[in-house]
T-cell receptor, first 115, second 116 residues
Framework: DTGVSQNPRHKITKRGQNVTFRCDPISEHNRLYWYRQTLGQGPEFLTYFQNEAQLEKSRLLSDRFSAERPKGSFSTLEIQRTEQGDSAMYLC?????????????FGPGTRLTVT | AQSVAQPEDQVNVAEGNPLTVKCTYSVSGNPYLFWYVQYPNRGLQFLLKYITGDNLVKGSYGFEAEFNKSQTSFHLKKPSALVSDSALYFCAVRSYRTGTASKLTFGTGTRLQVTL
């Protein structure tokens, strides 16, 4: 399968713990995005990388959130000191930067439950 | 700021009948528009996009969408619905500007229910 993969698929953690999610994009895609989706809502943009550079961060991304994309390949999203409000589906997407190829391809998501 | 409105939480249609899922948008400059479908416990699947050119764009699984600039709409359509089309559909928009405007802004989704 050459699609976007995310691990783990599910994560249950206690409030105050740190969690880290991983995203592996489609291999030739140089752009990578993180979104968060809560029940009954569409995905909301969190952050965006072109290669290894983090080019944009949403105001939704508080200081407890950090994302990295070392070497421009896979990416990690870390949440420190988790809160119950962080419970959501975290989606990763990737795309090409080629003219006209603007669609983003999404992974299956990581569902986070903070108890 | 860019935004998307999907005015219907749910659309019900009988199998074999045509379906329409509505979407209106707001964005600076020319829009890039997308439709995605989400099945339970799965990520979003890309259906189709409008970048430029013909106002009627065709996508996967027999879906098409009509771009209307004057009404700022991008409605999803299919001539004959299938029960297997039942899912959650999201419309999304991004600005034509490159670089930092690459993010997609999604609507709240419309649940399509196709019955026999």
């Amino acid at each position: 399968d050459t699609g976007v993969s995310q691990n783990p698929r599910h994560k249950i953690t206690k409030r105050g713990q740190n969690v880290t999610f991983r995203c592996d994009p489609i291999s030739e895609h140089n752009r990578l995005y993180w979104y968060r989706q809560t029940l009954g809502q569409g995905p909301e943009f969190l952050t965006y990388f072109q290669n290894e550079a983090q080019l944009e961060k949403s105001r939704l991304l508080s200081d407890r959130f950090s994302a990295e994309r070392p070497k421009g390949s896979f990416s990690t999203l870390e949440i420190q000191r988790t809160e119950q409000g962080d419970s959501a589906m975290y989606l990763c997407a990737s795309s090409l930067s080629r003219q006209g190829a603007y669609e983003q391809y999404f992974g299956p998501g990581t569902r986070l439950t903070v108890t | 700021a860019q935004s998307v409105a999907q005015p219907e939480d749910q659309v019900n249609v009988a199998e074999g009948n045509p379906l329409t899922v509505k979407c209106t948008y707001s964005v600076s400059g020319n829009p890039y528009l997308f439709w995605y479908v989400q099945y339970p416990n799965r990520g979003l699947q890309f259906l189709l996009k409008y970048i430029t050119g013909d106002n009627l764009v065709k996508g996967s699984y027999g879906f098409e969408a009509e771009f209307n600039k004057s009404q700022t709409s991008f409605h999803l359509k299919k001539p004959s619905a299938l029960v297997s089309d039942s899912a959650l559909y999201f419309c999304a928009v991004r600005s034509y500007r490159t670089g930092t405007a690459s993010k997609l802004t999604f609507g709240t989704g419309t649940r399509l229910q196709v019955t026999l």
